[in-house]
């Protein structure tokens, strides 16, 4: 399930980049990153931190509920049942 979270999170930034009409070196330049990982994260060659997405959120301007949403979307059904389930036993942030 992580691999396909990955493929479908990189997609969706890839998609907002290009929508965006910017660069590989332009996002990269307003993350503080090369543009070889911005490259790798659109094509799940690489997981990104919570940091690092925070700073894709800023730079192409997207809301992290909508962004996770359309990835859980994409994934298969009930894909993420384990984890919630797991995670139901542990108090929130």
Known sequence: M???F???LGRLLRERR???KLSLKTVAELCGAQ????HKY???EA???AFRLWQLLRSLKLDATDLLHEVEKALPAGAGEATASSAAGRSEL
Do not use: P, T
């Open 42 to 44: 659109e094509h799940a």
């Open 35 to 38: 543009f070889q990982l911005i």
């Open 47 to 49: 997981q990104v931190s």
């Open 2 to 4: 992580q691999d396909a």
């Open 6 to 8: 990955n493929r479908e």
């Open 18 to 20: 290009r929508e965006l």
